[in-house]
């Protein structure tokens, strides 16, 4: 019994310039640190494969304006769903649908597999 042992994920992405695929190009963003959670199971860990690609080939963020804050040139979540808590809630583990809903997400980006991801 005890708890699930827990996958962290820590994006860190600094303020700098945007660049001339975003919104306004050459102006400032404000960069984030965002930390997600994923169980450690050998699903999750396929999971993490392909979150990696995305997050790698620019499908995880983008720069707009933030729903929550209302704040301009910030870099926001893109389609791609995260569990940012443990516990309760929407963005909370243990959700038995994420792996499933978040590898859709993945599909519909294009996202390879994840034995094709390394």
């Not at 893109?78 to 309760?88: E, F, Q, V």
């Not at 809630?89 to 978040?102: A, E, H, Q, R």
């Not at 993945?106 to 390879?112: C, F, G, Q, T």
């Amino acid at each position: 019994g005890g708890a699930a042992n827990i996958i962290q994920i820590v994006y860190r992405i600094p303020s700098s310039t945007q660049k001339a695929y975003h919104d306004h190009p050459g102006q400032r963003f404000t960069g984030t640190s965002r930390t997600a959670f994923l169980f450690d199971d050998a699903e999750s860990r396929d999971l993490l494969k392909r979150l990696k690609y995305a997050f790698l080939h620019g499908l995880t963020f983008a720069v707009g304006t933030s729903l929550t804050t209302g704040m301009a040139n910030t870099v926001t979540w893109a389609s791609i769903h995260h569990k940012t808590n443990l516990g309760t809630g929407s963005f909370c583990l243990p959700d038995p649908s994420y792996v499933m809903n978040c590898n859709e997400e993945l599909d519909n980006l294009h996202v390879p597999p994840a034995d094709e991801c390394e």
